[in-house]
C-alpha cells in the first residue's frame, strides 16, 4: 500500500515507516523537522519536508503520491507545553488533523490511522486500567485537542466513507527518543545519568504511568493497516500494558543500568499531569490482535544500549 506518514522522521513515526518498509509497503514521509531528525528517516521511504498547518504545500504532496492510507503521527506532544501554549497546541494538533482529513476526503483514502493518548485523555483516572470506555477528562489542552481531533476523524470517516483506526498510546519509550524535550522521562533520564549530571523529578516521585516500548506500538501501527472495521465496534484502541511504575522505580532501574549513583533532585510537581494512570489492552488484543511483547526490563536495556551506542 502507498502509505504517508505524518512525523515518519519523530521518535514513534520513524520507528512504524521502519516496520511498514520492511513489510513492503511503500511510504511518504512528511514531518517539518521541528522535533524530528533527518537521520531517523529510513533510506528507503520518500521524504517531503513539510507543516502539517500548511494545506497548499499538503495538496501538492497528496497530489503528487495519490496516498491509500494516512498514518498521521506529527503534533505538538508536550503537556506542559500545551499549558503555556494553548492555541500553538490547537494549531498543530487540531488544525492540522482537520487538512489532512480533507485531503482525505478529497483524494478518497482508503484509511486514516491516528496516534492519540491514553493517560493525558482520561485524565486522573476513575479506575485502573482505565479501559476505551472510560470517562474522558484529559487535565490539559493537549489531552482536549486529542480528543477533538478522534471526533473530526470519526466525523470525516463516517461521512466521507473510508476506515480509521485510532490508537490511544500509554507513554512510549526507546531508541530514538528525544532526551532534550519535556516528554520522555525514560531518554531524559538515560541521556543525563550516562553524563553523570543531575537528574529532575518533578513531584514525589510517586507518581506512576505505563510504560509502553516502541517496537510494540509499531507493531499496533502495522496491525491496523488490514484492520477491517466490525459493526458494533468502536476501531479505538489503548496501546498500553496496564502495569503502573513510578517514576522512583524506573530511577532505581536506570541507575543499575547505567552504573549511575547520585540521588535525584526533587520539583515541584508540574501541572496538567496526571497522577496515576495505566492502559488496559484487552479490546486491542481481541479486536486488532495486539498485545505488548517487551517488559519494561528488556526495553529499558535496548534503549540505554542504544544510548550507550550514540555516545550518551
Request: net charge neutral; charged share 25%.
Amino acid at each position: 500500500m502507498r502509505i504517508l506518514l505524518t512525523g515518519g522522521a519523530g521518535f514513534i513515526g520513524s520507528h512504524v515507516a521502519d516496520l511498514y518498509i520492511k513489510e513492503g509497503h511503500e511510504v511518504l514521509i512528511i514531518d517539518n523537522l521541528s522535533s524530528g531528525r533527518v537521520e531517523n528517516i529510513n533510506k528507503n521511504a520518500e521524504f517531503e519536508e513539510v507543516d502539517i498547518r500548511d494545506y497548499d504545500a499538503l495538496l501538492k504532496v497528496f497530489n503528487r503520491f495519490k496516498p491509500d492510507i494516512v498514518n498521521h503521527h506529527a503534533a505538538q506532544i508536550s503537556v506542559v507545553y500545551s499549558m503555556q501554549n494553548p492555541n500553538l497546541d490547537i494549531d498543530i494538533n487540531i488544525k492540522g488533523t482537520l487538512n489532512l482529513l480533507e485531503l482525505s476526503r478529497v483524494f478518497k483514502i482508503k484509511k486514516f490511522i491516528f496516534a492519540s493518548t491514553g493517560g493525558a485523555l482520561y485524565g486522573e483516572p476513575i479506575y485502573l486500567p482505565a479501559d476505551e470506555t472510560h470517562p474522558i477528562l484529559p487535565l490539559a489542552p493537549y489531552g482536549i485537542d486529542k480528543e477533538a481531533s478522534e471526533h473530526y476523524i470519526r466525523i470525516y470517516a463516517n461521512t466521507y466513507k473510508f476506515d480509521f483506526v485510532i490508537l490511544r498510546y500509554a507513554n512510549v519509550y526507546g531508541p530514538r527518543q528525544d532526551p532534550f524535550g519535556e516528554a520522555g522521562v525514560v531518554a531524559i533520564f538515560t541521556k543525563r545519568m550516562l553524563e553523570g549530571k543531575e537528574c529532575f523529578i518533578f513531584g514525589n516521585g510517586e507518581q506512576k504511568r505505563d510504560f509502553v516500548f516502541v517496537q510494540d506500538v509499531a507493531q499496533a501501527n502495522l496491525l491496523a493497516l488490514n484492520y477491517a472495521p466490525k459493526n458494533g465496534i468502536l476501531p479505538v484502541f489503548n496501546i498500553g500494558t496496564g502495569r503502573l511504575t513510578s517514576v522512583n522505580t524506573l530511577f532505581g532501574t536506570l541507575c543499575k543500568l547505567t552504573g549511575y549513583e547520585k540521588e535525584p533532585v526533587y520539583k515541584p510537581k508540574r501541572e496538567g499531569e496526571v497522577f496515576e494512570i495505566s492502559l488496559s489492552y484487552e479490546k486491542a488484543k481481541k479486536h486488532l490482535g495486539w498485545q505488548p511483547t517487551y517488559t519494561l526490563g528488556k526495553g529499558l536495556l535496548e534503549t540505554v544500549n542504544w544510548f550507550k551506542q550514540k555516545g550518551g
